[in-house]
């Protein structure tokens, strides 16, 4: 066996052990119903669309959900050891 095969090997028993007796996750994807394309012609329809929908649309990000989702943020989980 090579030394990086070898390696490998020691990675894995090593996650193994780390990962015993942790909960399992359950991860479900939602998918939208529906995806809509909407073209604001200037600002002032911009910020009217943002009151309408109560978000604040940012230049660069290009997907929001309404209602707004705040479930797939995960900064906020931890591992607790009992």
């Given at each position: 066996m090579s030394k990086a095969a070898e390696?490998?090997?020691e990675?894995?028993?090593?996650d193994k052990k780390e990962w015993k007796n942790m909960p399992e996750y359950k991860f479900t994807e939602r998918?939208?119903?529906?995806t809509i394309k909407i073209n604001i012609e200037n600002v002032e329809d911009l910020e009217e669309f943002e009151k309408l929908i109560g978000?604040?649309?940012?230049?660069?990000?290009n997907t929001y959900w309404y209602p707004e989702r705040h479930d797939s943020l995960f900064?906020?989980?931890?591992?607790?050891?009992e």
């Open positions: 390696r490998l090997k990675i894995k028993d090593a998918k939208p119903m529906r978000q604040k649309i940012y230049p660069k990000r900064s906020d989980l931890v591992y607790v050891d």
